[in-house]
């Protein structure tokens, strides 16, 4: 093997690590807003300790991908789409750390569900973290395959998101109106929509940036 078939296989290496840690970190961040969501509906106490082994594995995954992507601008200077691979794992790696860190929040503002609570409500915040999820399944599945097509969907699924966050504090609203003396519950549950409509924000940017990284122009209207 000569020396420079060599150098080409390192370099190879090195940008299939960013690939498949940005895959990884996907993949557990995914986990994370399942478990949050959990431990708001249906009260699962033992979702919070897999939260906080989740989002510390999340953190290092950033890390390093942040070092590598240091090696690969230092040592190699990567022009085209070599650069365009290194510049979306950055960017998507750091969208990835802050769902984490939203859901990571919104998991610990658990309370006991008041017996009076609306089902209309809690249904409302149930199908919003659904859609959330669906949308951050989606745009994982778009990153795998590079798919154009795939992160323009998710894209478009912003404005689900955006519509759902907003019938979601209105039942919320709604619910207070009715029953001011759980005022702390449901200034949690606002809290904890406004954490999912951040976290749409965020899986919209990571499908920017695969549409980036595919055809190396940013995605306009």
Do not use: C, W
């Amino acid at each position: 093997m000569t020396n420079d078939t060599h150098i080409v296989k390192s370099y190879g290496e090195e940008l299939q690590f960013l690939n498949d840690s940005i895959i990884q970190m996907g993949s557990l961040t995914e986990s994370l807003l399942t478990d949050s969501m959990n431990a708001i509906t249906i009260l699962d106490k033992d979702a919070v300790d897999r939260i906080v082994q989740s989002d510390k594995k999340i953190n290092e995954y950033r890390a390093k991908i942040d070092t590598q992507i240091m090696t690969i601008l230092v040592k190699r200077a990567p022009m085209a789409i070599d650069l365009r691979v290194a510049i979306s794992a950055l960017r998507i790696s750091q969208d990835l750390e802050r769902i984490g860190d939203l859901a990571k929040g919104s998991a610990k503002k658990i309370v006991p569900l008041p017996e009076d609570l609306s089902q209309t409500l809690l249904d409302s915040l149930k199908r919003l973290g659904n859609t959330v999820k669906n949308q951050l399944n989606k745009t994982l599945d778009a990153y795998i395959k590079k798919s154009k097509e795939g992160a323009i969907e998710v894209i478009k699924l912003d404005e689900n998101v955006n519509e759902l966050t907003y019938l979601s504090i209105k039942e919320i609203l709604n619910f207070l109106s009715k029953d001011n003396k759980n005022l702390e519950f449901a200034t949690n549950l606002l809290f904890v929509a406004k954490n999912l409509e951040r976290a749409g924000d965020h899986i919209r940017r990571i499908s920017e940036n695969i549409y980036y990284l595919v055809e190396g122009d940013y995605y306009k209207k």
